[in-house]
């Protein structure tokens, strides 16, 4: 086959595309129309509990009107956030945690709704996406490639990915921003900065501005496309020929425009779906140990670990894709982990609250039932103890029933986190939270010894 001159549509396909384009593939990106979208979701769920009172007056059991309430609020609230994009489909990811507050019952509306967030999110128009292109590779971009599909084939939080072949003949994925995208996300972020307040009042021990401000830096980076280019490069390199993971390389970036290796895989979802037993562990230790072992290896972290970003391969092998959420390895984390780790494993409580004051765990001054924090971590040294230990929907469901307490009692009030380390605790809290959906029984021994022998050493493992 001789090279073309210019890109013809390809014949691709996704199963289930019968839905017609909006009329506008663009989101919203002033701050009051993104203000206003979201403040519908609270308006219509009163709406929707007023009208329930009248249905449960008419006689319809109270059970079953809850339930409607909180399927239909569910899914407008994830409907918003994937028209939105940008800052607020990341907390629309960030959010899937909460369905483990939640009894079984009343999880499942945000689950399905999640997983419609994370796979159907609203596409560009051909003429936005042929402008973008243009702007980013030049006006003969068509001349690039050798076939270029214009459907979205997935859709992330700042840009879309397009399934093509380069001039080479190599199959590609063509990650493009979205027009206005860095707009509706710096200006989400000036108002989740202006939220850091409201989050000191149910963390009165915790930096809450500082950590919010870390967190807001994390995000700002995802929208730098070379610096995510870059960081998937360092992940191909660490990984090539690694028997458990596959990174596909980096063909070409020009400014809000990724070309990488295609990745032909089952999305983590459908593989969830089939519950195959065996398969689902295999894949859950894979995951484990591509997140555990990324610092190590890549010097970095993997930050942004949801079903979206992992596939399973033809070969068995797990597929990572969606590298913009990926910072350096803090350099105070490891003898922080390994104090913290030691104190628990001999259940000394004096040098557990020592090693907390020490690292910034505990403000200045502040008081701590050190206790009540030892009891807290209890699942933590038993996890490090076991040869596997198992994470499941209903372990996580317990531990964030305690975190979300709001009662004046509850420990973490007394607790803060130094706001260098909130990528980890990005990274921690998406990868339990898969682990858990797959009911993984994690190795974490042995996989500590492996790649932090010190650290492991410090913690007496």
């Known amino acids: 086959m001789g090279r073309e001159t210019g890109a013809k549509v390809m014949p691709f396909a996704r199963r289930g595309d019968r839905t017609p384009p909006p009329r506008t593939g663009l989101p919203p990106t002033g701050k009051f129309a993104r203000g206003a979208k979201l403040a519908a979701v609270p308006v219509a769920h009163a709406g929707r509990r007023i009208a329930g009172l009248g249905r449960r007056v008419a006689g319809r059991p109270s059970d079953e009107v809850s339930r409607e ?35 079984r019952e009343m999880a499942v509306p945000y689950r399905e709704a999640l997983t ?41 939080s700042v840009g879309q990915v397009h399934r093509a072949v380069w001039h080479d003949g190599t199959p590609v994925a063509v990650k493009v921003m979205y027009p206005g995208a860095r707009r509706a996300v ?32 994390e995000i700002r980076d995802e929208l730098d496309y070379a610096r995510e280019a870059a960081n998937q490069r360092a992940f191909a390199a660490a990984f090539a020929g690694d028997p458990d993971v596959t990174v596909r390389r980096v063909i070409a970036q020009h400014g809000d425009v990724i070309v990488t290796e295609w990745m032909d895989g089952r999305p983590l979802d459908s593989v969830i779906a089939a519950g195959d037993r065996a398969e689902l562990d295999r894949i859950g230790v894979r995951i484990m ?4 072992s990324a610092p190590a290896r890549a010097a970095l972290i993997y930050g942004d670990p949801h079903p979206g970003n992992f596939l399973l391969m033809p070969d068995g092998t797990l597929g990572v894709v969606d590298f913009g959420a990926c910072t350096p390895w803090p350099a105070t984390f490891l003898a922080a982990a390994g104090d913290v780790a030691a104190a628990v494993i001999t259940g000394a409580h004096t040098e557990l609250e020592d090693a907390m004051r020490r690292h910034g765990f505990v403000a200045p ?16 040294r038993d996890a490090l103890l076991a040869p596997t230990y198992p994470l499941t929907s209903d372990w996580l469901r317990e531990q964030v029933r305690l975190v979300v307490d709001l009662r ?21 809290l998406g990868g ?14 042995e996989e500590c010894t492996r790649w932090y022998p010190e650290t492991a050493a410090a913690a007496g493992l």
């Open 289 to 292: 140990r591509f997140l555990f």
């Open 186 to 217: 710096l200006n989400d972020l000036q108002v989740l900065c202006r939220a850091a307040p409201l989050l000191a009042a149910l963390l009165p021990g915790a930096d809450t501005r500082a950590v919010v401000e870390a967190l807001c830096a």
């Open 116 to 156: 419609r967030l994370h796979n159907s999110a609203p596409a560009m128009l051909p003429g936005a996406l042929h402008a973008e292109l243009a702007t980013h590779l030049g006006p003969a971009w068509r001349t690039l490639f050798r076939e270029f599909d214009d459907r979205a084939h997935a859709a992330a």
């Open 408 to 428: 004046l009692t509850n420990v973490l009030r007394q607790l803060t986190m130094p706001a260098v380390h909130t990528p980890i605790l990005r990274s921690f």
């Open 432 to 445: 339990i939270a898969v682990l858990c959906r797959l009911h993984t029984e994690v190795p974490l021994r």
């Open 69 to 103: 309430i909180q399927a239909r609020t569910a899914q407008h609230l994830f409907d918003v956030l994937g028209e939105l994009k940008g800052c607020v489909a990341k907390l629309g990811q960030l959010l899937g945690l909460l369905e483990f507050g939640l009894s």
């Open 365 to 380: 001054g502040r008081e701590l039932d050190v206790a009540t924090v030892a009891a807290r971590l209890a699942p933590f």
